[in-house]
């Protein structure tokens, strides 16, 4: 973007902010104690919302069949690792996931998104029922391998293409799942 072109992104970005604190004037008032950005909002509600839309397909129409084989109070901690090295991406998607099926499971993030990992690094520890983190889990996976593929796959990208060059975004991108792709 050109200098003026930034200033136009920005002003519009201030209105939306304006409007948005208009029909909800207690999260200005967060927002300013907190010191937190009104887009976390809006970020956290997508990654909420996409995570359900996620677990409906896969749980319609009869459910996780295999989870059902499974004594659902027996309690069990889970180790997320690595299976290559790469860039993480996704955590909040595959914490979401399991929240959404058991807000009584614990998922515990022992690495950032964006930030490097070896294989069999340990990403993060699930604990809870066995049936319900089993009923999330490929939901939780399938957001963890493909936005970390994304992210591994750019980072490799930005690397070869050096200081010089800018490594610019696509529209060549699953409809509906475009802001998790870029």
């Known amino acids: 973007l050109s200098i003026p072109e930034m ?10 902010e304006l409007k948005y604190y208009e029909h909800f004037p207690e999260l200005l008032q967060f927002r300013i104690f907190f010191n937190i950005n009104p887009s976390f909002f809006f970020i956290e509600n997508f990654i909420k919302n996409t995570v359900k839309l996620a677990l409906n397909e896969d749980l319609y129409p009869s459910g996780d069949i295999t989870s059902d084989l499974i004594q659902n109070n027996k309690i069990i901690e889970v180790k ?4 290559e090295s790469a860039v993480i991406g996704g955590l909040r998607f595959a914490k979401y996931a399991f929240a959404l099926i058991d807000n009584k499971i614990k998922f ?8 490097f990992v070896r ?5 993060a520890t699930i604990k809870g029922k066995a049936k319900n983190i089993l009923i999330a889990e490929r939901v939780a996976l399938n ?9 591994t796959k750019t980072n490799q990208f930005v690397k070869l293409a050096g200081k010089k060059t800018k ?4 529209r060549k991108t699953i409809p509906n799942l475009r802001v998790i792709q870029k």
């Open 119 to 123: 294989k069999n690094s340990l990403i």
């Open 7 to 16: 200033c136009v992104y920005q002003f519009k970005a201030l209105l939306s």
């Open 167 to 170: 490594i610019c975004c696509t």
């Open 80 to 83: 997320l690792i690595s299976k």
């Open 143 to 151: 957001f963890l391998s493909h936005i970390s593929g994304i992210a």
């Open 108 to 115: 515990v993030s022992k690495k950032k998104d964006g930030h």
